[in-house]
């Protein structure tokens, strides 16, 4: 009844609407069911070898060789010796996964590894696995600390590890499980969430010490509290670029050499100028897209600037400065008003840039920001039109 009603509203704008979103969404969703194969096949990897290692006389035949042997009597591509002691720091790391699996079993798992963890759990009635005990004590909203020193979640929690699953591809977990500290892995974990980077630009927000830059070592709880209030989960294509995804899925890496070039030589001049600025900019996203009322957008750049408070969207041009631009891009602010502020973020404001080869044009576009307000607090840390302009002609369009 439905579809036939559909069809009789169809035209041809309509029809081609239709197949491009349908084709998006079934896209969408056959990633994120096999980034979170990925991600719960290593997790129980990883559960698996801490079991054995526990079983004493067994382990102690194979002993520092058993991740070597492993990975030698598989022969299961992607499982070298290096990604299956990942998967053990994985579950060592992450055992709230545990509560998703134990709260979902039946969906999340393919028939036989049930089959498996249903004898796991019979044969350990009478000892203490992990597994079986586990699930006993978060029934009873038992909280015991795991080896690892992180606390096992309860129900309330379940909701975000399983979008953290959802959205993360295994190779961010990978730079995730570097960080030692839990609170600063957590950021982490809420940025990946909210803005969804790649995983060449979370490696780059650990390296250039973002947590530490927005003062979250003196404020922790609070802006935790405040970002995880604004989690707005997007589905991440960055799967498809990693190696595990290649050796999970047996496929043969058929990527450009050049895929991940991304970035021309203007962003990344850009990015290197405004960090290099000392005015508390902090680089966050390039190419982040936006979906808008009508139509998708893409920005450019994003930053964080943490001395304002608020994000700078930097929007870039190959051609004359256009009054369409500058609408797009206070769509783009608007949208960020609405989804991305934090409850102590000031008002976003753009940079919009165009180069067209002559001679640069900067413009700053607000969206409902007072104009002395703008003057007077704003442009106190932010470089002026000239700035950025003769940065460009100089450095960028000379060449």
């Not at 796991?120 to 020193?149: F, V």
Request: glycine share 4%; charged share 25%; hydrophobic share 35%.
């Amino acid at each position: 009844m439905l579809l036939s009603h559909i069809a009789k509203q169809m035209n041809f704008d309509l029809l081609l609407h239709k197949i491009g979103q349908t084709h998006t969404s079934f896209q969408q969703q056959a990633l994120r069911e096999t980034n979170m194969s990925l991600t719960l096949r290593n997790w129980l990897i990883g559960y698996y070898i801490m079991e054995f290692e526990q079983k004493g006389e067994e382990y102690e035949k194979h002993g520092a060789r058993l991740i070597e042997n492993i990975s030698t009597l598989l022969g299961i591509r992607g499982l070298s010796e290096e990604n299956l002691r990942l998967c053990r720091q994985f579950y060592n790391f992450y055992p709230q996964i545990l509560d998703i699996i134990s709260h979902n079993t039946e969906n999340l798992l393919p028939q036989n590894v049930v089959l498996f963890l249903h004898d796991e759990a019979h044969s350990a009635e009478k000892e203490n696995s992990p597994i079986r005990q586990l699930s006993t004590e978060e029934q009873n909203g038992d909280t015991t600390p795991h080896p690892s020193g992180t606390k096992h979640v309860s129900d309330s929690n379940t909701v975000y590890y399983n979008k953290l699953i959802q959205h993360c591809s295994f190779n961010h977990f990978v730079e995730l499980l570097k960080i030692t500290d839990n609170a600063k892995r957590r950021f982490y974990e809420l940025m990946i969430l909210r803005t969804t980077p790649n995983v060449a630009e979370l490696r780059r927000h650990i390296n250039e010490q973002t947590y530490e830059k927005v003062g979250l070592s003196q404020e922790t709880d609070n802006v935790l509290s405040e970002l995880q209030q604004k989690i707005e989960p997007q589905h991440t294509t960055d799967i498809i670029q990693s190696d595990h995804f290649f050796d999970f899925m047996e496929l043969v890496d058929a990527r450009p050499a050049e895929e991940g070039k991304t970035r021309t030589t203007l962003d990344s001049q850009l990015q290197g100028f405004l960090l290099g600025l000392d005015s508390g900019f902090c680089y966050e996203a390039s190419g982040k897209t936006i979906e808008g009322p009508n139509r998708q957008f893409t920005v450019d750049l994003v930053f964080y600037n943490w001395k304002l408070k608020c994000h700078v969207l930097l929007e870039i041009k190959k051609d004359a400065c256009k009054q369409e631009y500058v609408q797009d891009l206070k769509s783009c602010l608007a949208y960020f008003t609405e989804k991305i502020e934090g409850l102590n973020d000031n008002p976003p404001i753009g940079i919009l840039l165009c180069a067209d080869g002559k001679e640069a044009k900067v413009e700053y576009v607000t969206a409902g920001l007072d104009e002395q307000i703008f003057k007077n607090k704003y442009m106190l840390e932010l470089p002026s039109k000239k700035q950025i302009a003769d940065f460009v002609d100089s450095t960028v369009i000379a060449r």
